[in-house]
């Protein structure tokens, strides 16, 4: 490909994940998030980020997603995200993902700031399981108060993410029977080895494992599927790692909390978020020249913008 023929077919960024501060109050055996050292800062500077994506280089964003590490820890998340509802007004989703561990007070604090904020609550399967991988009894617990909480005081359901591990594929009914009861919607992904933001996996499969997995997602009411097409392909990518090309380059980016922008989680580049609109097209280029795809991608958010239904990306075609 040219480099004028990639030139034009550089695009706009389209979903931006914000991770306010890598602490957490839990200690998830699959994550390794918890088990570093913290690094400096603690906090998102949020002023930084506002001045950053005042600018009108950002106005076509469709999902803006707040996560970490806890982002209910972050003491300015309630303000993040009222900012956010009037910076963002028409995106698709504006988002933050808890593990809603005593998060009741920050809930509420972000039901006044944007009620139609979409909260995405971590569960993992009932208490036994959830307790277990979360190192926390009652998290289970804390987070059907959350789903009630979340039900009652803001305008979109409540979504369940949920993250399968290996030998643990019935506690999807599990987390299907959950979503059914108290109307939730599901996002679904398989926990595989790999890189996630700051942390690390070493979680892998056995051919018996990935059997069981297909099992029990044919026996998943379609509502507890999330993507149904992403949920279809996981089976086949876990056996023998087929994956659609990925239609997420050069269209999404994170920033982590010390304000770096990456593009996607697994670009090694990273450049001051104020940066960006200055550099996007050698960015974008880079991007679109590179093979960039790893196991993690599959499972993580940017790739699985290729599963998304049209009317939801129609920037995707
Ligand atoms: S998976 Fe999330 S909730 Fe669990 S320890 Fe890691 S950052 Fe915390
Ligand atoms: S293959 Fe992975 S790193 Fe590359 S653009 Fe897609 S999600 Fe991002």
């Not at 706009?12 to 994940?17: E, G, P, T, Y």
């Not at 007004?89 to 998060?103: K, L």
């Not at 920050?106 to 944007?114: F, Q, T």
């Not at 507890?224 to 279809?232: C, H, I, P, R, S």
Request: proline share 7%; charged share 25%; with cysteine.
């Amino acid at each position: 490909m040219t480099r004028t023929a990639l030139k034009s077919a550089s695009m706009a960024l389209k979903l931006l994940s914000i991770a306010v501060t890598w602490r957490c109050n839990l200690r998830c055996t699959i994550c390794s998030i918890w088990k570093q050292a913290p690094s400096p800062p603690e906090f998102l500077d949020l002023d930084r980020i506002k001045q950053a994506l005042g600018h009108p280089f950002f106005d076509g964003l469709e999902y803006l997603n707040w996560f970490g590490g806890e982002p209910t820890l972050f003491p300015r998340l309630a303000e993040a995200i009222a900012w956010a509802r009037g910076r963002f007004p028409r995106a698709h989703e504006r988002a933050v993902v808890t593990n809603a561990w005593q998060a009741r007070p920050v809930l509420e604090r972000l039901a006044g700031a944007d009620p139609d904020l979409l909260v995405c609550l971590s569960l993992d399967g009932f208490a036994p399981v959830h307790d277990a991988r979360h190192g926390q009894t009652g998290s289970y617990d804390e987070v059907l108060r959350g789903i009630l909480f979340v039900r009652d005081h803001f305008r979109k359901r409540p979504r369940l993410s949920v993250t399968v591990a290996p030998g643990g594929a019935e506690a999807l009914l599990d987390v299907a029977a959950v979503a059914e009861y108290y109307d939730c919607e599901v996002a679904l992904r398989p926990a595989v080895r790999g890189s996630y933001f700051r942390g690390e996996s070493d979680v892998s499969w056995t051919p018996a494992q990935v059997a069981n997995l297909d099992t029990v997602l044919n026996r998943l009411p379609d509502r507890a599927k999330g993507n149904l097409d992403f949920t279809a392909a996981i089976g086949r990518f876990l056996r023998t790692g087929a994956h659609r090309p990925c239609a997420c380059k050069g269209l999404t980016g994170v920033v982590d909390p010390d304000g770096k922008f990456r593009l996607c989680h697994s670009h090694e580049l990273a450049l001051p978020i104020g940066e960006v609109p200055a550099r996007w097209d050698g960015l974008v280029l880079d991007a679109l020249k590179s093979e960039c795809f790893k196991p993690e991608c599959f499972i993580d958010g940017p790739y699985a913008l290729s599963y998304l239904a049209p009317e939801h990306a129609p920037w995707l075609k």
